[in-house]
């Protein structure tokens, strides 16, 4: 955990019992939980919903769709971008083009 070994830990824990005392050491470290652990789930919704954003994403439902191997897309967006491009480039390029004309 960033580089931190067991014995180092151990120091860390030593100075803050030392600092703290052990009165407010159990509420610091509980508190310190609690913050790490709002952190965590917060990370996770962030990443949850990174990953899950192309569903958020609408499309015109009557745009016509091209094949191009074993990819269906857009006829939008085979006629604007390069052959090889990959869906994430299309979807950025596409988003920047939606902010551009709003």
Do not use: H
Not at 55 to 79: D, F, H, L, Q
């Amino acid at each position: 955990m960033f580089g931190i070994g067991p014995e180092e830990l151990a120091l860390v824990a030593l100075l803050a019992l030392l600092v703290l005392g052990p009165e407010r050491l159990p509420k610091v470290m509980r508190d310190m939980g609690r913050f790490v652990g709002d952190l965590r789930r917060t990370s996770d919704e962030l990443r949850t919903e990174f990953l899950n954003a192309d569903k958020y994403i609408e499309r015109p439902a009557a745009t016509p769709a091209v094949t191009w191997g074993a990819a269906t897309v857009p006829a939008e967006a085979a006629s604007a971008g390069p052959p090889g491009e990959s869906a994430f480039v299309r979807e950025m390029r596409e988003a920047r083009e939606r902010l551009r004309d709003t």
